[in-house]
T-cell receptor, first 113, second 111 residues
Framework: GNSVTQMEGPVTLSEEAFLTINCTYT??????LFWYVQYPGEGLQLLLK?????DKGSNKGFEATYRKETTSFHLEKGSVQVSDSAVYFC????????????FGAGTTVTVRA | DTAVSQTPKYLVTQMGNDKSIKCEQN?????MYWYKQDSKKFLKIMFS???????INETVPNRFSPKSPDKAHLNLHINSLELGDSAVYFC??????????FGSGTQLSVL
């Protein structure tokens, strides 16, 4: 079945540091890939997505590129802020008519001032 | 004007009790979901309804029963609560299988 494996946390960084969270997936066919973010005390919200190979999703300074050859969708941000402290989830939808979104285990990121 | 609202936000109850969590969305979406998030933040889908029809029903004890009276509501009823049911339960909605909009969660503590 479909599954997502993401880097275990927690990750603690200083402000303006570079952030990378690794995500790899297992799926048949051509999945769509997502990063969701959960700020403290809130529900998840979509951060970015990519629906086909070599697509790059970007939002709020975050980027992730859909790499089919390495089955990866790593999240990066060049200069983090304290407000980026959150839990980040990589997710996968298996095919175009599939309503099921499979989430990774989540990576907790804390940015210190 | 909250998009996906669920109540209550906190629910503390004794083992063996029956409880319900309510969810409403005002986005006009046709699909709603229930997810369970454990203490390690792992998120797992439980149920999904599309136009009031059950389309996803994961391996969940039959003590959990979703009910969708209309497209804007998806409630979760839990019978005979157990300690292991303690978690944060998230409701979400989407238009078809597009991006999900989540509620802010219901923290259930079973004592």
């Amino acid at each position: 079945g479909n599954s997502v494996t993401q880097m275990e946390g927690p990750v603690t960084l200083s402000e303006e540091a570079f952030l990378t969270i690794n995500c790899t997936y297992t799926a048949t066919g051509y999945p769509s890939l997502f990063w969701y973010v959960q700020y403290p005390g809130e529900g998840l919200q979509l951060l970015l997505k990519a629906t086909k190979a070599d697509d790059k999703g970007s939002n709020k300074g975050f980027e992730a590129t859909y790499r089919k050859e390495t089955t990866s969708f790593h999240l990066e941000k060049g200069s983090v802020q304290v407000s980026d402290s959150a839990v980040y989830f990589c997710a996968l939808r298996g095919w175009s008519n599939d309503y099921k979104l499979s989430f990774g285990a989540g990576t907790t990121v804390t940015v210190r001032a | 004007d909250t998009a996906v609202s669920q109540t209550p936000k906190y629910l503390v109850t004794q083992m063996g009790n029956d409880k319900s969590i309510k969810c409403e969305q005002n986005l006009g979406h046709d699909t709603m979901y229930w997810y369970k998030q454990d203490s390690k933040k792992f998120l797992k889908i439980m149920f999904s309804y599309n136009n009031k029809e059950l389309i996803i029903n994961e391996t969940v004890p039959n003590r959990f029963s979703p009910k969708s009276p209309d497209k804007a509501h998806l409630n979760l009823h839990i019978n005979s609560l157990e300690l292991g049911d303690s978690a944060v339960y998230f409701c979400a909605s989407s238009h078809a299988n597009e991006k999900l909009f989540f509620g802010s969660g219901t923290q259930l503590s079973v004592l």
